[in-house]
């Protein structure tokens, strides 16, 4: 069974920082394009930034380049999203995602329907 858990959310103050992380279990992250994800409440899902099964591209949403960095970590089998400079706007349930069943090569989609395998989620909120 694969499946995919987040970990690393929080409290945090605007501007502070936080870093998420997706572990692998039942196969290995670095086979498929790996995606992030967020949710507010009300709003639709975001695709916030992905990395291809190489490793070699990444891709971030607009309102996240600059401030975002994923990267993947093959002897942990895990991504994690390093987010800094947090704003209000950024609180929302965080989501990792794989690619499993479709293969994207050297790029990665930021679509929510190219990814089949989800975490549960972890919710980050900032405030003052």
């Known amino acids: 069974q694969l499946n995919l858990a987040e970990s690393g959310g929080g409290f945090v103050q605007p501007g502070g920082s936080l870093r998420l992380s997706c572990a692998g279990f039942?196969?290995?992250?670095?086979?498929?394009?790996i995606g992030w994800f967020r949710q507010a409440p009300g709003k639709e899902r975001e695709g916030i930034s992905c990395?291809?099964?190489?490793?070699?591209?990444?891709i971030y949403a607009d309102s996240v380049k600059g401030r975002f960095t994923i990267s993947r970590d093959g002897a942990l089998n895990a991504v994690y999203l390093q987010i800094n400079s947090l704003k209000p706007e950024d609180s929302a349930d965080y989501y990792c995602?794989?690619?499993?069943?479709?293969?994207?090569?050297?790029?990665?989609?930021?679509?929510?329907?190219?990814?089949?395998?989800w975490g549960q989620g972890t919710q980050v909120t900032v405030s003052s």
């Open positions: 995602a794989a690619s499993v069943s479709l293969s994207f090569g050297a790029w990665c989609p930021l679509t929510s329907s190219d990814y089949d395998t």
């Open positions: 039942g196969f290995g992250l670095d086979r498929y394009a």
């Open positions: 990395v291809s099964s190489s490793g070699g591209r990444t």
